[in-house]
């Protein structure tokens, strides 16, 4: 079946700093991705969608220059939090839609922690 | 844009005994509804989906029945078993580029 790979699955890193979370889709080709965070005991909330080699899609009230999101290419889309403070910390989540296809993928989450 | 309401929030259900979890959405034009399982620090699992052509879908233990006229979803597992125990996810999409929309959750916990 169609498998997403999520890395890291934790970071720890310190307030200011940026970290760069990898989405890659391992054997199938994903035209979408999709990028969630979810807070401890809360849904999951979708931040924003990016197509390949096309500008990525925000949801409103997600900071692009903030959130930023490269989908270079058919199977890896990168999700860089800049300037990280303790509020970004949080469990952030892709997933890859195969092209053709209804479902969606999901990746194993990244636990951040920004101290 | 689409709103999708879960209830309950928690379900306790004796082991064995049937658990059924409900949703609406709003948005008429979603087409796909999954549901997903949730363990602590993991990713969500699909465990079924349903497409809009089809008002019921059953995979073993676990079956899905969709309403589109009154825009409601229920999950229902017969049999529980304590492995059921987790945060289980209602979701709807409009398909296309379209990214899911989730429910609030639901923690099902099987007592033994």
């Known amino acids: 079946g169609a498998v997403v790979s999520q890395h890291p699955s934790r970071v720890i890193c310190k307030s200011g700093t940026s970290v760069k979370i990898e989405c890659r889709s391992l054997d199938f080709q994903a035209t979408t991705m999709f990028w969630y965070r979810q807070f401890p005991k809360q849904s999951l909330m979708l931040m924003a969608t990016s197509n390949e080699g096309s500008k990525a899609t925000y949801e409103q009230g997600v900071e692009k220059d903030k959130f930023l999101i490269n989908h270079a290419s058919l199977t890896l889309s990168t999700l860089t939090v800049t300037s990280a403070h303790p509020e970004d910390s949080s469990f952030y989540i892709c997933?890859?839609?195969?092209?053709?296809?209804?479902?969606?993928?999901f990746g194993s989450g990244t636990r951040l922690t920004v101290v | 844009g689409e709103n999708v309401e879960q209830h309950p929030s928690t379900l306790s259900v004796q082991e064995g005994d049937s658990a059924v979890i409900k949703c609406t959405y709003s948005?008429?034009?979603?087409?796909?509804f999954p549901w997903y399982k949730q363990e602590l620090g993991k990713g969500p699992q699909l465990i079924i989906d349903?497409?809009?052509?089809?008002g019921e879908k059953k995979d073993q233990r676990i079956a899905v029945t969709l309403n589109k006229t009154a825009k409601h979803f229920s999950l229902h597992i017969t049999e529980t078993q304590p492995e059921d125990s987790a945060v289980y996810f209602c979701a709807a999409s409009m398909g296309g580029a379209d990214g899911l929309t989730f429910g609030k959750g639901t923690h099902l916990i099987i007592q033994p």
């Open positions: 948005d008429s034009a979603s087409n796909y």
């Open positions: 349903i497409r809009s052509n089809v």
């Open positions: 997933s890859a839609r195969m092209q053709g296809s209804d479902g969606y993928t």
